[in-house]
């Protein structure tokens, strides 16, 4: 039996996509084939860069392979699971309805509604304790997604 291909999708640099790819590698143990990808080849920045080395994950700065990038390359997947905050307006929901004619696939669609490190406000203080939040949050839909696969973790 083939192994789960799962893409995590965001908008901008894909800090949240690479966010939640490290903590499915970490999680799954080899269990399933974790990606990112994003709509913009900006450089993930140093915020959440931060707080994942708080949790010991080193996050590269390099934004992962462009959603676009992964179509020209003839990828496919399994799930794919995008992090969005559709307060913000952000346009994954029309990626995801539209994954059939890029991958030519029919994969599962996720979304899970996780604010974007850009629209974090206030002192410095006040947006590392917003992203630490956000963190957490990638880190939680993570794990239950694992859990619901049947995939159990020792991470927390």
Known sequence: MAMLRVLFVCTHNGARSRIAEEFAKLAASGRIEASSASFESNTIGPLAVSVMNEVGIELQTVPPKSVFERFKDGEGFDCVIALCDPASNEQVPIFLSNLDVLYRTTAQRVNWSIPNF????G??????????????????????????????????
């Open 123 to 156: 002192t410095a203080e006040e947006q590392k304790a917003q992203a630490r939040q956000i963190r957490d949050r990638i880190r939680t839909e993570v794990l239950c997604f694992l859990s619901q696969l049947g995939i159990d973790s020792d991470v927390a």
């Open 118 to 121: 850009r629209s974090l406000s």
